[in-house]
């Protein structure tokens, strides 16, 4: 397994991921300080809670794209490059499946690891008065990861299956858009088909704007604790669907 996931790296090596992961979290940080430079000092003191709402919502249009784009990059050496055939001759299919899953969980545990130096060091460059929760900062990372991670495996598939890598863009395309709507959509069922409506349905903050004032306040919302248990299941459950598909791939 260890030869294995080694081999993984080294074809990731000359694939530009990194610097793709360097750049999306660049964008992230150039927004956050456009953001928070055209915000009221006084609205500042609650810097935390605007960070992950806004991250939140900055991830949800950013990160199905370039999920899409992770996948693709694991995935078209073997699909493009007609090389599946043969390293499944040399290790088991199901494990290649799994190590380019593992690989990309890596790549979007350094992305959310990423924004969690943005937001500390916003609050140091800022200043925010009221003190870190640990507990909202472990849900923030629990919503963006989780939900990540089962849409990288819904690209990972469908970039094994699909040969023209166009398609599976495509559906990040899609994914973005449908993310962003999502935020709109009241609570319920609706949010909860859509593995990219995860992000607003697993936030736990909420904002209140005064139009008069043009104020913003930030409320704690309680943690969604059904969705992401149902996310989980979802998770496993396209997981083994997922890996079942590969399997019976015809190479």
């Known amino acids: 397994m260890v030869r294995e996931w080694k081999t993984e790296w080294m074809k990731t090596k000359y694939r530009g991921i990194g610097w793709m992961i360097l750049a999306f979290s660049g964008l992230v940080l150039l927004w956050s300080l456009w953001a928070y430079g055209s915000t009221p000092s006084e609205q500042l003191e609650d810097g935390f809670r605007m960070s992950y709402l806004q991250l939140a919502l900055m991830d949800t249009i950013l990160m199905p794209v370039m999920i899409a784009m992770l996948a693709s990059r694991l995935c078209d050496a073997e699909v493009k490059g007609g090389t599946l055939k043969l390293l499944c001759t040399m290790e088991k299919k199901g ?59 819904l690209q990972v598939v469908l970039s094994f299956f699909f040969e023209n890598q166009i398609l599976p863009l495509a559906a990040g395309l899609f994914g973005s858009f449908v993310g962003l709507f999502s935020w709109f959509f009241a609570d319920g069922p609706v949010k909860k088909l859509f593995l990219w409506g995860y992000y607003s349905e697993l936030c736990f903050i909420i904002n209140d704007w005064n139009q008069d004032t043009g104020a913003v306040t930030y409320y704690d919302a309680p943690f969604d604790w059904f969705s992401l248990c149902l996310l989980l299941v979802i998770l496993a459950a396209g997981y083994a669907a997922g890996k079942k598909l590969f399997l019976r791939k015809e190479i």
Do not use: E
């Not at 979007?108 to 507990?135: E, H, S």
């Open 95 to 153: 494990r290649l499946f799994d190590l380019k899953l593992l690989t990309g969980a890596v790549y979007l545990a350094v992305y959310v690891a990423l924004q969690v130096g943005i937001i500390f060091l916003q609050a140091g460059r800022l200043d925010f008065t009221r003190p870190l929760q640990t507990v909202q900062l472990f849900c923030f990372i629990v919503q963006v990861y989780v939900v990540s991670l089962a849409i990288l495996l």
